[in-house]
Every structure is written in C-alpha cells, then in structure tokens.
C-alpha cells in the first residue's frame, strides 16, 4: 500500500468532521504489518492527530520492537488471531503452531510491558470449541483481559477451504458459550467488579449490556442496518471505496461506491448500497421477537447476503442468539433470587 494514499485518505476524512467527531482507523486485511513501512511513514506525515484513533487486526508473527514503537507512539489499538491454547487447535492460523502459539504470547508480554491497548480474537469453531472455557482461564493466568470469542461464518475463505463443515451446531454452542458467561461473571464478581468490568468478551459483553441496560452501542456487527456505508468506509489499496471489508472483490464483484480520490466524502456516504437495506421490520422471524433489540437480527448483515444472496435473510445463528438471551435473562434472576419477571 501506498503511504501517500494513506495519508491522503486520512486528511480526506479528518477534514470532513465536525468539531465534536472523531475518526477510527483500522489497518486490516491479508496480513496490515506487511504493510509496515508504508503504514509508519504516513503516521509521521500525519503527525500527532488528537481525532484520530488507530487500531490494527494482525495474525501478531511480524511483530518487533519497532512495530511496537509505532504501536506505542500513536497509542494503536491492536488485535491478534489466536483460536486456541492449545498448539495443535491453530493449524487454520499457522502450519507452525507450537512457534505460533508462543509468539503471540510473547507478543501479548510485550504489550503489558508497555502499558499498551490490546485483545485476542478467535474465530469459534468446532476445532476449538471445547477449549473456550480453559482458554479464558489461560487469559486470566497470562493477564489478559480483553478478548472476542467470533462466530465463524462460512464466507469467503472459510467458504474457499470447506469450513462450512466447522460451524457449530446451535445446542453445543448455546452451552459452551454460556458456560463461559457465567465463568466470566464468576470471575468479576469474585475480584470484587461489576460483571464484565475486569475481564470481558466483547460479543456477551455486548448482548449482556444491550439486553439489560439497552446500550446500543456503534459496534457494526450487532447493529441493522450496520452503518458500513453510512458511519464506516473500505478504501483498497488502490484508492476504491467500499462500504465495508467483506465487500471487496475477493468475495464478490459490484460492491464498489467510488474512489477515495475522485468522489467526495458526501458522495461516498451518501451513496446507496446493499448493506443498507438490511431491515429487521422486512423479516418475519425478526420482526416478531422480543430480543430484535438485542440482537439485531443475529450478526453481520452482508455475511448473510453472501450466504443466501438476500440482505434480509434470517441469521444462521439465529436460534443461538435467542438461547443464550434467554439464559442471560434466567440467569440474571437466579442472581436476584427472583422467581417470576414482570414487564410493566
């Protein structure tokens, strides 16, 4: 990637904000830190940016004190992939997963030497669905304190490689999932914090907050339609605009909205796109649950699409959302000591 095409699309952006907007940027897509040099020399063309705040999703191999230097000097925000504690459960990471396993962790060290903002995010299959919960007490041991248990949705290489085959069925991930949310709420309350105050994994930290507080937060992906196109754009290497990542030409082609040198921000977000459409009120199943809010519809929008071709098709884990909503709220109640719920 160019630098001069990052720092162009940055001002772009910068220079279309209000006074009181901010601006995230997220370097992601194949592998970000191969992109290193061109990524560390547009940071120090930009300069210090107090709107801005950086983040980076890296499989976490090509980290070095250097990338760290940058990491720290524009205070980055970084996720590694790490599906697995267990060696032999990151063979869809690396062919090398015992080197793997243990570069990310090392990796993980340097950041709480540093002081510096960092999470895990593991894609939820069959291969390591039976070590999330030991998983997290590994996180717990290493001090690790902000991970994504992500659903695995059988798209683009996923789709490319057969791992549709590795979803999970709903009752096993119901169980193992909520086994989870009790063990991180234990732990929380136990240290003497509100539930998901120390430790938390966004997604039940989401659902949990948007259930009992109705915080519905900017998070994309539990939000219809998902604000790609509306709140957030893609911009390729060549300066094509998309709405968002799972948009590009690698999954399907005509997504494109235009081109970060040629057409203006309005233009950009103004302009009309599949994504947008997704509509809650358009899908039966939806339309008639109580836990719509909650959820959103189940998860990413364009996923479904690509799916089944239909922006407003129903969630394959929509049973999975309602179950563990439902054992959120029963939980909850048996923590209260309450028998009967009321709704007045």
């Known amino acids: ?94 062919k090398k997963s015992d080197i793997f396993l243990q570069k990310i962790f090392n990796v993980c060290e340097m950041f709480q030497e540093r002081n510096l903002d960092y999470g895990i995010i593991s894609v939820v299959c069959k291969n390591n669905m039976d070590d999330l919960r030991s998983m997290f007490q590994e996180f717990i041991k290493r001090g690790i304190h902000t991970f994504a248990y992500n659903l695995l949705w059988p798209i683009g290489r996923a789709k490319s490689e057969g791992l549709n085959e590795l979803v999970v069925p709903t009752t096993q991930l119901v169980d193992t999932m909520f086994d989870v949310y009790k063990d991180i709420y234990k732990f929380n309350i136990e240290q003497g ?25 900017n998070y994309m992906c539990m939000n219809a339609p998902c604000g790609a196109g509306i709140n957030t754009l893609t911009v390729d290497t060549d300066g094509q605009v998309f709405p968002c990542a799972l948009m590009l030409p690698p999954l399907e082609d005509g997504f494109q909205i235009g081109n ?41 929008g364009i996923a479904y699409y690509h799916l089944k071709k239909d922006i407003n098709a129903v969630s394959i884990y929509c049973d999975y959302y309602y179950e563990i909503l439902s054992a959120m709220i029963e939980h909850a109640m048996l923590q209260m000591e309450v028998r009967i719920l009321k709704n007045f």
Request: charged residues 20%.
């Open 193 to 217: 914090y509100a539930p998901f105050k120390k430790i938390h994994e966004r997604n039940l930290f989401m659902l949990w907050r948007r259930l009992f507080y109705r915080q519905l937060t």
């Open 260 to 300: 970060i040198y040629t057409d203006s921000m309005s233009y950009l977000l103004q302009k009309d796109s599949l994504v947008k459409h997704r509509n809650l009120a358009q899908i039966p199943q939806c339309a008639s649950c109580s836990y719509k809010a909650a959820c959103a519809g189940g998860g990413c």
């Open 1 to 94: 990637m160019n630098e001069d095409l990052i720092v162009y699309s940055i001002r772009k952006c910068v220079d279309y904000l209000t006074d009181e907007s901010e601006l995230t940027v997220l370097f992601q897509g194949g592998e970000a830190l191969l992109e290193y040099d061109s990524i560390r020399k547009a940071l120090d063309k930009l300069g210090h940016q107090p709107k801005i705040h950086y983040q980076m999703q890296t499989n976490g191999t090509l980290i070095n004190e250097d990338t760290m230097n940058m990491f720290e000097k524009y205070n980055m925000h970084v996720s590694f992939s790490l599906d697995s504690h267990m060696e032999s459960h990151n063979n869809l990471r690396s």
